[in-house]
């Protein structure tokens, strides 16, 4: 994404000859060559979370062969550090500023309700939206912000935490055949046993196709026309794998696309899958790869609610003209699809450090479960050894050195990358990830304060002032002098989470020797941002980074413009 960029003003004690400033629009990269796997931790006893494992607790396995695990997080829910000490001295009009503000309640934990209403049936999205309308009016509170989408993009309601207007949308959503008729075909081929049929060359398949064929065109002779069956067998496994994938691209695609709408969101952010699940094919694995890579490093739990509450895996076929030959091998498959269609719930949910709720109707309690993230889970992060850029996939498996008692979550695999990051569009993703989150980041002492003036009953200009001390940054020196860059960058958002704009701006320091051992330095550097802002309330988010430490800052605060 771009972030638009102000001109910022700096005020420093150094000379000017030692400081400069420069536009910095920031185009931001994902990394790519660091794997991370979150793991949920629960007992078997209770089902709750374990959070007092430590790295060493883990073993973690690519293909088989045991990798060294070079990053480990623990993310423990609702856990913000709390206001930090000053470090420098505010002036009276600060001081007088900030003690007008009023306490403000920031927004932190963020769900999005998906509707797969690409292929939930009528009865089972009725059921859904009624279980999510009183799930909504019992668990919303005043830090949480909800928000409503839909895999066919029919219906969008942005995060708020108004549940009239949330329930009203849910009310909206209807079924949304995208590339099926709607009509039963003859004879009537799922997109699994078509894939059966002509990908994996599934001769039972194919025969129960044809005698469907057989009995449903009327083509029972004697002598029986099976070769008219077998083509009309063909055709029906063309049009249901045509139909099929483009459903499942779809889904997956608009998928991906509210991860990245949840990666701009400041604090706790879960997908909540509604759906009766779909079937995806081999080739498009890497498809649903890509959802959990992304997920991941957005810090996007995916978990999953299948629709269909508790069912049985016997298909209805009374409406369907089958012959008794065909029957039970019709049913099997039916049973497979059935099976198939849910398996891509649980990967997702257990590739994001989701849950996956299903065979129940107690679809309330599903969601209650759902919307709340673990209270504890781990992120564990590894370079694989020898890894060829080939793209291929990879099995991933998560073991506990002491499993008595637990059982441990994690994703499935991972797809090989085809490049390496460079350490820009690494630096670019750590400020990206920095910018969109609610964790306070102390390498490099750091303060946030915030002026406004309005110049009207609908303008207002706030100002938020950076101040950060440098003394103890790692210098290189160039030409005699101590040089490193910051990079800052300020991101504004509403009262809902939802980006506003970000400024941003790079401090090249070329520091002499006796401006650093003269107290110059002593009373911070600032810059300021200026934002042209509507009143209203909004939350800003400062990050800050220098290029030869490679250290972080991260600071939160919030304002309200009346």
Known sequence: MFFPVLILALAQQAPASEVATSEA??????KVDLVLVPVVVRSSKTGKPVGNLEKQDFLLYDRGKLQTITRFEVEKAGAHAPPPTPQFELSAEEKANEANQPAIVVADHFVSYFFDDIHLAFGDLAQARKAAAKHLTTVLGPKDRAA??????????????????????????RPTSIARSGIQNCPDVSYYMGDLIENRGDAMALNAAVQEAIVCANL?????????ATSMAHSAAFQAISAGEQETRVALLTLKDLIRRMSAMPGQRTIVLISPGFYRMTDQRQDETDVIDK???????????DARGLYTDTPDITQRTVSLVSLAAKQQYDRESMRADSDILAEIADGTGGTLFQNSNDLVAGLNELAATPDVYYVLGFSPQNLRLDGNYHDLKVKLRLPAGLNAKARRGYY????????????????????????????????????????????????VVSRFDIRKLKYKKIDGRNGDEIVLVAGLFDRNGNFVQSLSKIITLRLKDETMTSGKLNNGVSVRSDFKVAPGTYVIRLVLRDGEGQLMAAQNGAVEIP
Do not use: C, W
């Not at 629009?25 to 994902?30: G, Q, V, W």
């Not at 997920?295 to 609610?305: E, G, H, Y």
């Not at 910018?435 to 390498?443: P, Q, T």
């Open 416 to 463: 090989a990358p085809r490049h390496l990051s460079s350490a820009d569009e690494e630096a670019k993703e750590e400020i990206s990830q920095a910018l969109f989150s609610r964790e306070e980041m102390k390498d490099i002492p750091l303060e946030l304060h915030t002026q406004f003036f309005k110049s009207g009953p609908s303008d207002a200009r706030l100002m």
């Open 295 to 305: 997920a991941i490093k957005a810090n996007v739990t995916i978990s999953s609610l």
């Open 220 to 228: 029972q002779g004697p002598p029986p026309d099976t070769k008219t």
């Open 148 to 173: 409503i989408y839909t895999t066919s993009g029919q219906v969008q309601v942005n995060f708020t935490d108004d549940k009239d207007e949330l329930i009203a949308g849910m009310n909206r959503i």
């Open 25 to 30: 629009p920031i185009t931001f990269h994902s």
